[in-house]
């Protein structure tokens, strides 16, 4: 995990002195994820169990605008060719 002090650093862009939205998070709702790490160790892709650590900020206004966010992984873990998959965002 992260250190407070990195976390509290990180959670500034979502404050009004920055104010970014987080495009995924906004889209997902209150859920686990959307993962986009995993380790190559264990079962952790094919269970899900990653970390979000790649992520598509934008102003508010853009935000709005924002239709669909996806995380482009791959199908399985043996067609994986990374262990991040990137945040694809819709906007109209």
Do not use: C, M
Request: hydrophobic residues 40%.
């Amino acid at each position: 995990g992260f250190l407070p002090e990195e976390r509290a650093y990180f959670d500034r862009f979502f404050s009004e002195e920055i104010g970014y939205t987080d495009v995924a998070r906004k889209l997902a709702g209150d859920v686990p994820g959307p993962y986009t790490w995993w380790s190559w160790r264990g079962q952790a892709f094919d269970n899900d169990s990653g970390w979000r650590i790649d992520y598509q900020l934008a102003t508010p206004g853009l935000a709005e605008r924002a239709i669909s966010a996806v995380v482009d992984r791959a199908a399985t873990y043996d067609s994986r060719f990374s262990d991040h998959a990137p945040v694809v965002v819709d906007y109209q």
